[in-house]
């Protein structure tokens, strides 16, 4: 299975930008669709953007126009490049990836990193 470490949380001022980043254990030979998603105190988990083994992105339209997600096949990683930050973009994110093991897909989690925006 592989495993995913998250990283580049951390403290942002409303407007700022902050990187995220996702590495994977081993090749994306075997997996499809990463995404990030981020799940705010008593809220739900929630796709915030995903993109596929091809490079089509998807995004949530909360964070249209502000984040971009990348992935880096030679480097086994994901991206997710966030700017003009909001207060209501605090979370955990959580990198998410569709790995793909014979016939059958799991998705497989990283153990999240937390985005605090605050002045």
Not at 37 to 61: F, H
Not at 66 to 78: E, L, M, Q
Request: aromatic content about 10%.
């Amino acid at each position: 299975q592989v495993q995913l470490v998250e990283s580049g949380g951390g403290l942002v001022q409303p407007g700022g930008s902050l990187r995220l980043s996702c590495a994977a254990s081993r090749s994306f030979f075997s997996i499809g669709t990463m995404g990030w998603y981020r799940q705010a105190p008593g809220k739900d988990r929630e796709l915030v953007a995903d993109i596929r083994s091809d490079g089509i992105t998807n995004y949530a339209d909360s964070v249209k126009g502000r984040f971009t997600i990348s992935r880096d096949n030679a480097k086994n990683t994901v991206y997710l490049q966030m700017n003009d930050l909001k207060p209501e973009d605090a979370a955990v994110y959580y990198c998410s990836a569709d790995e793909y093991r014979g016939l059958q897909k799991y998705r497989v989690w990283g153990q999240g990193t937390q985005v605090t925006v605050s002045a």
